[in-house]
């Protein structure tokens, strides 16, 4: 029976995540030593306790729920393997992140090696708010166990006993939305570059109204494109080992990189003014200059 959960790290999702536990009677703690300024703030705000270092979160919880970027997720779990093996500590360890099958493959490997227990645990959906939760897909020997977070205000969608199905329908989803996203961003920055742009959004309102609808969505995207860059280097190597091209999620990849290279995504998601679309689209064609 679970009583305190740990998080790495309370960030925009993992703060959202410990509140809804926190919420639901669990004590939920995390490891803020060497963490910024915002992400103690928004700790606090979900109620969520430092226990200092990886040490005193691997004592304290009796499931870590590691939710962070994508190109961390090793590196963190080798920490929190090293502080099991120091400490003789065993938890139940979730990898939340966007990583590929082969990816979260590896980690389960270093920490069922430290004497844990693993899940594979993928998040579809955005940061649990009043009235929404995301699901969790959740995969591997854990699996079970981590599905008693769903007495806790979350959802829990069991995919069996295989490390690596909750991370591969992650890269899937993955593709399909922020890929799209990527896409848009792409060509209307291009239109815009190309003096196009009333044109093309006249057109779209003529024949792709739901497109449009979508994009309409884009402005929050700047703030986590440096964030996304890591899953789409995750999901073109889960395309490219199954014998599919890699390289429309590497273009993905560049994307994101060329939109997190901009004041655009200095701001935080929780930040007031939010430019609109015609400001971010014009904001990106003027970066390419």
């Not at 693993?118 to 995969?139: E, K, L, M």
Request: glycine share 12%.
């Amino acid at each position: 029976m679970f009583k305190t959960i740990g998080i790495l790290s309370p960030g925009d999702m993992g703060h959202a995540v410990g509140g809804r536990l926190a919420e639901n009677g669990l004590r939920v703690v995390a490891a803020l030593g060497d963490r910024s300024e915002r992400t103690r703030r928004l700790a606090a705000q979900a109620g969520i306790e430092d226990v200092g270092d990886y040490t005193g979160l691997v004592r304290a919880a009796d499931a870590i729920l590691c939710i962070l970027v994508p190109a961390e997720a090793e590196a963190t779990a080798q920490r929190v393997a090293d502080a099991l093996a120091a400490t003789g500590a065993s938890l139940l360890y979730a990898d939340c992140n966007a990583i590929a099958p082969q990816t979260v493959q590896r980690i389960s490997q270093v920490i069922t090696g430290a004497g844990s227990r693993f899940v594979d645990a993928s998040i579809i959906g955005g940061p649990p708010r009043p009235g929404y939760t995301p699901r969790f897909y959740a995969s591997g020997p854990g699996a079970a166990e981590f599905a008693a977070l769903n007495d806790f205000g979350l959802e829990v969608v069991g995919m069996g006993e295989r490390v690596g199905d909750a991370s591969a329908i992650k890269m899937c989803y993955g593709a399909l939305t922020k890929g799209q996203s990527a896409l848009y961003t792409e060509l209307l920055v291009a239109a815009e570059a190309l003096g196009v742009s009333d044109a093309l959004a006249a057109e779209f309102r003529h024949s792709q109204a739901d497109a449009l609808k979508r994009m309409a969505g884009l402005p929050g995207m700047p703030p986590k494109s440096r964030r996304w860059v890591g899953e789409m280097e995750e999901i073109a190597a889960t395309f490219g080992a199954v014998g599919l091209t890699p390289k429309i999620f590497e273009g993905a990849a560049d994307i994101y990189r060329f939109v997190g290279g901009t004041v655009l995504a200095d701001r935080n998601p929780e930040d007031p003014g939010k430019p609109s679309l015609e400001e971010m689209i014009e904001g990106l064609a003027a970066a390419l200059k």
